[in-house]
């Protein structure tokens, strides 16, 4: 269909050029003969100067006008050898040249060609018309088809011929399979619910943070209940023409009753459904009038029809409201991050078609990604599987997957960056300074791997390994992982009697970290037990603008900055003490980084065999 559009427009641009060009050198030949011709006077001029080599008379037919071709015995100054003279008598002429007793040739008037003086001038005319007409014609049914289909949605259905996504692709995500199952078996068997007076979720709404699979989660209950699956984004609502989005609303729901059963995903709902009533924008705002329209189509078709709506955010608290109640989402499934089985599942899964050597273990992998998603892990794989083939192997070592893992969290090692053997032992006493503390305190260790290659951003890297997936931050915890943060400016100052701006990232975590303890969670004696955190009150379309004014007094602001500080502080000291009791360690560990650049875990605690027992 593509194949002949183009063919067709090329011959039409083809033959539209042909005519252009066509009259554009007809025009050219009549511009240049009129820049080539003589007034009565400019001949009597040549004539008498003696300048005419020879003139021919031709006269036109049935009429005594014609043309007289002079004929120059030399160029002119424009390089021209021949000059056209129109008259009105060519008797006229005769008599003059016969005066002057100069010759001329006047040949016999040709017979008219019908062809060229009639029905050409009218097949060029009729051309032309018709190819304006044409060109009108398919602009105009151009503009009225994108006209048309301007209020469309652009919804994708995806079909039988599909290929189907199942449960059991779906890996790490039991309790939530487990909910959505009933949404497949009321759209497998729905007369059962209707039978005793049940009502299905009109719809489910999928929250949870970026690439824990939401949508894979959404394509799987289509792929089971084999249903059409109508799947759209939320900005592909939204236009800059008022009433477009809820136009194409409406051509949503209208096509999924027409194939009902089925599925309507909204992928990033937020787009369309964050909350309204802050007057940006008017009441006209597009936003709020295509909202208006999906709360309406929602609660608007009849009972149990068999269309099923299921979106996915991971800002489920900037939706509107209205959007929340029974009756359109009633269902919220939390998707959240995998524990260390569902990561062990997800990586079986993306392990498919990637040859792993016998030395892989991918349960060691699992306990050694926490908090890592399911895209995280697949692109992790990924990652893996370039490294491979980079050195031309065929299969995936372990050693692919811990730098894969390195770069994926951290950055790529940038290992031809030139630098100084300063620079070098600044870093190296920085990152064993975060080290040791990785590995004495003991709810934030034990350490992964330890570097003074640049990477990403960074001089170096100290990579913890945690062992536990942990549901709740405990007081203690946090005041480890600020002090971990601080080990690195403290081994500076301790050895190197100066610091740098190299801890500015780690200063900056252990500062919010504290004001979060403080401010949010309520940790702090001297503040108590009030929520002073203003970060939840962002600015935004859907949310007061008035929100972002500080809550608190003077007063309470000083308390804060006070204990924010005392916390730090006594981090810092913390700090201190436990690396000058590891004096000895910090050096070997920096002199060992400086002789090989990156340690693993196993070098990096052979370093205490000979060390007191690490901290409670």
């Not at 939530?176 to 719809?203: C, H, T």
Request: charged content about 30%.
């Amino acid at each position: 269909m593509n194949n002949k559009r183009t063919k067709g427009v090329s011959g039409f641009t083809l033959l539209l050029f042909a005519v252009v060009l066509f009259a554009v050198l007809w025009y050219t030949s009549r511009f240049e003969e009129r820049d080539r011709q003589l007034s009565w006077e400019e001949f009597q001029t040549l004539v008498t100067s003696d300048e005419v080599a020879g003139v021919t008379v031709r006269q036109n037919r049935s009429v005594p006008t014609g043309r007289v071709e002079v004929e120059l015995k030399s160029e002119d100054e424009e390089g021209d050898i021949v000059k056209y003279l129109y008259v009105s008598d060519v008797n006229e002429i005769q008599d003059y040249l016969k005066e002057q007793g100069v010759n001329y040739a006047m040949p016999d008037v040709p017979e008219d060609n019908w062809l060229m003086t009639t029905l050409l001038p009218v097949l060029l005319m009729m051309g032309g018309v018709f190819l304006i007409f044409a060109l009108m014609n398919r602009q105009g049914a151009g503009a009225n088809t994108k006209a048309m289909s301007f209020g469309k949605s652009r919804a994708k259905m995806s079909t039988d011929s599909d290929r189907k996504i199942t449960f059991a692709e779906v890996a790490g995500l039991q309790e939530e399979k487990e909910e959505l199952e009933e949404i497949v078996d009321f759209l497998k068997s729905p007369k059962k619910y209707i039978q005793v007076g049940a009502r299905i979720p009109k719809g489910v709404l999928l929250v949870g943070p970026p690439g824990t699979g939401k949508t894979l989660l959404a394509k799987a209950v289509a792929g089971e209940a084999g249903v059409p699956f109508f799947t759209i984004s939320g900005s592909d609502f939204v236009e800059m023409f008022v009433g477009v989005g809820a136009s194409r609303v409406r051509d949503l729901f209208d096509e999924a009753k027409r194939h009902a059963p089925c599925i309507i995903f909204i992928d990033e709902i937020d787009a369309v459904a964050r909350m309204r009533g802050t007057g940006m924008g008017g009441g006209h705002d597009e936003r709020e009038q295509t909202l208006n329209q999906l709360l309406v189509e929602m609660d608007g078709f009849g009972v149990n029809e068999g269309i099923i709506v299921m979106a996915a955010t991971n800002r489920v608290d900037i939706l509107d409201p209205a959007i929340l109640r029974p009756g359109r989402f009633d269902r919220k499934v939390m998707v959240g991050r995998p524990d260390v089985q569902g990561r062990e599942e997800i990586l079986r899964v993306h392990a498919k078609g990637k040859p792993l050597s016998e030395e892989v273990d991918l349960k060691q992998i699992a306990q050694t990604t926490a908090g890592f998603t399911g895209a995280d892990l697949e692109n992790l794989l990924n990652e893996a599987a370039i490294l491979a083939a980079k050195d031309s192997r065929v299969f995936l070592k372990q050693e692919d997957i811990r730098k894969a893992f390195v770069k994926v969290g951290i950055g790529a090692e940038k290992k031809s960056r030139v630098i100084s053997e300063k620079e070098k032992r600044i870093t190296a006493f920085h990152e064993a300074g975060h080290a040791i503390l990785f590995h004495v305190l003991p709810d934030v260790g034990p350490v992964y791997s330890v570097s003074i290659i640049p990477t990403g951003g960074a001089g170096g890297y100290t990579m913890p390994l945690p062992e536990r997936d942990d549901m709740f931050n405990t007081r203690g915890k946090m005041l480890q992982d600020i002090t971990v943060a601080l080990g690195g400016r403290v081994a500076e100052e301790e050895v190197l009697d100066d610091i740098t701006t190299g801890a500015s990232q780690d200063i900056k975590q252990a500062t919010s970290l504290a004001k979060s303890m403080v401010t949010k969670f309520g940790m702090s004696e001297a503040v108590g037990l009030v929520n002073y955190d203003n970060d939840s009150d962002e600015v935004f379309i859907g949310r007061d603008l008035a929100h972002t004014s500080r809550g608190y007094g003077e007063n309470v602001a000083t308390t804060i900055d006070r204990e924010v500080k005392r916390i730090i502080d006594e981090c810092y000291e913390r700090a201190r003490s436990i690396i000058r009791e590891y004096d000895s360690v910090l050096h070997a560990c920096a002199e060992l980084l400086l002789e090989k650049e990156k340690i693993s875990r196993e070098e990096f605690e052979a370093l205490f065999a000979e060390e007191p027992a690490a901290l409670g």
